[in-house]
Nanobody
Framework: QVQLVESGGGLVQAGGSLRLSCAYSGRSFSAYAMDWFRQAPGKEREFVAGISWSGGRTSYADSVKGRFIISRDNAKNTVPLQMSSLKREDTAVYYC?????????WGQGTQVTVSS
């Protein structure tokens, strides 16, 4: 069974930074790609950033490119998301996601609120 637990959310002023983390438990963490998504009030969940199983490839939504950095620590089974130059429109619940053997897994989410 795969479990994902996000942490690190909070309230931050525009222009500030936050570091989210996703802790993975279950089978073979280092074998699977990991993604971050977010969902703002009244909007659909959207892709934010992704990282390959080895960490060698990353991808970002255009809206966060140059401001967010995704990484992974295969020894600690974690996927940090470093967020900088935060904007009000980054306010959302942030979710960690992975697909293992055809099944999608999600964490419970962590709230990020950016104030002006």
């Amino acid at each position: 069974q795969v479990q994902l637990v996000e942490s690190g959310g909070g309230l931050v002023q525009a222009g500030g930074s936050l570091r989210l983390s996703c802790a993975y438990s279950g089978r073979s963490f280092s074998a699977y790609a990991m993604d971050w998504f977010r969902q703002a009030p009244g909007k659909e969940r959207e892709f934010v950033a992704g990282i390959s199983w080895s960490g060698g490839r990353t991808s970002y939504a255009d809206s966060v490119k140059g401001r967010f950095i995704i990484s992974r620590d295969n020894a600690k089974n974690t996927v940090p998301l470093q967020m900088s130059s935060l904007k009000r429109e980054d306010t959302a619940v942030y979710y960690c996601n992975t697909r293992v053997l055809g099944n999608d897994y999600w964490g419970q989410g962590t709230q990020v609120t950016v104030s002006s």
